[in-house]
């Protein structure tokens, strides 16, 4: 059984910061790509990082963009967001992901994702 559990979310003020990990069990992690997503109350789920299963490669949301960093432990089989100047707009749920495909990388869409974890929440309060 595959399982991916997000942690590291709660209440943070305007500024501060958070990093969020995504314990995965059960796959094959260095074989699958892995990505963050939100969804905010009343709005899609959307994409904020994602990084392919070598680690070599990186993308970010513009939304996010300089100011988060993805990462992975392929020997915690663990992926990791830290995101820095949060702002209220980053309010959601926060899951990971994880996809399994022949070239190694990740996408931005969701219905390409063959697991998903439950989500932490964050809140950032003005």
């Known amino acids: 059984q595959v399982t991916l559990v997000e942690s590291g979310g709660g209440l943070v003020q305007t500024g501060g910061s958070l990093r969020l990990s995504c314990a995965t069990s059960?796959?094959?992690?260095?074989?699958?790509?892995m990505a963050w997503f939100r969804q905010a109350p009343g709005k899609e789920l959307e994409f904020v990082a994602g990084?392919?299963?070598?680690?070599?490669?990186?993308g970010y949301a513009a939304s996010v963009k300089g100011r988060s960093t993805i990462a992975r432990d392929n020997a915690k089989l663990t992926v990791y967001l830290q995101v820095n100047s949060l702002k209220p707009e980053d309010t959601a749920v926060y899951s990971c992901?994880?996809?399994?495909?022949?070239?190694?990388?990740?996408?931005?869409?969701?219905?390409?994702?063959?697991?998903w974890g439950q989500g932490t929440q964050v809140t950032v309060s003005s």
């Open positions: 992901a994880a996809r399994s495909t022949s070239d190694g990388d990740y996408s931005t869409k969701t219905n390409t994702y063959n697991y």
């Open positions: 059960g796959l094959t992690f260095r074989n699958y790509a």
């Open positions: 990084i392919s299963r070598d680690g070599r490669k990186i």
